[in-house]
């Protein structure tokens, strides 16, 4: 079964700390994306990438990392310079990265701060 | 900055009723449009796009949206929906060759059997 997952479902942050989200696709995709959704904001871009060792900013990248090492994972990193990251984190993936092909998601992670 | 505006946060309707869910964007270039749908527990995924061609565009489960560039207008439309249309439904666009995307912030439908 193809498809993109992402680990875990739920994800508690203690103040000060940093978390890693799994993103894992067998699809053979070169592009993978993040995405943090809040309510009633809809999605907004963290980061992408095209290619393997390779990735660019998105709009809303403070306080986040990301790296590329292997084709089929993208994890992404919330660091403690994060100041607000409860959220619902999508990751996403196209087959060669031009804009105009379909984004396939994960189930997501939600974040919680305790 | 691009930004997409979805008109309606909430939308309730019955079974049979005509629908049309409005998106505008700010950007002026070429763009490439996007309708995306997350039925209640699945994932986030492709109802039809928009990138180059005829304007009317049509998805699946017999929805279609209409561009309409001299109104920077994507707008979603099914003239029956069905309770299993039930869903949160995600206008998006980018620019041509540009992989940073824009979503609006969502529309929620109801359909009451």
């Known amino acids: 079964d193809g498809g993109i997952t992402q680990s875990p479902k739920y994800l508690f942050r203690k103040e000060g700390q940093n978390v890693t989200l799994s993103c894992e696709q067998n699809?053979?995709?070169?592009?993978m994306y993040w995405y943090r959704q809040d309510p009633g904001q809809g999605l907004r871009l963290i980061y992408y990438?095209?290619?393997?060792?390779?990735?660019q900013k998105g709009d809303i990248a403070e306080g986040y990392s990301v790296s590329r090492e292997k084709k089929e994972s993208f994890p992404l990193t919330v660091t403690s310079a994060q100041k607000n990251p409860t959220a619902f984190y999508l990751c996403?993936?196209?087959?060669?990265?031009?804009?105009?092909?379909?984004?396939?998601f994960g189930p997501g992670t939600r974040l919680l701060v305790l | 900055a691009q930004s997409v505006s979805q008109h309606n946060h909430h939308v309730i309707l019955s079974e049979a009723a005509s629908l049309e869910l409005g998106c505008n964007y700010s950007?002026?270039?070429?763009?490439?449009l996007f309708w995306y749908v997350q039925y209640p527990g699945q994932h986030l995924q492709l109802l039809l796009k928009?990138?180059?061609?005829?304007?009317l565009v049509k998805g699946i489960k017999g929805f279609e949206a209409e561009f309409i560039k001299s109104k920077f207008s994507f707008n979603l439309r099914k003239p029956s929906v069905q309770w299993s249309d039930t869903a949160e439904y995600f206008c998006?666009?980018?620019?041509?060759?540009?992989?940073?995307?824009?979503f609006g912030a969502g529309t929620r439908l109801t359909v009451k059997p």
């Open positions: 996403a993936s196209t087959s060669s990265g031009r804009a105009e092909e379909t984004q396939y």
């Open positions: 699809l053979n995709h070169d592009a």
């Open positions: 990438s095209q290619i393997v060792n390779d990735f």
């Open positions: 950007y002026g270039g070429t763009v490439n």
């Open positions: 928009y990138f180059s061609g005829d304007p």
């Open positions: 998006a666009v980018n620019r041509y060759n540009n992989n940073d995307m824009r």
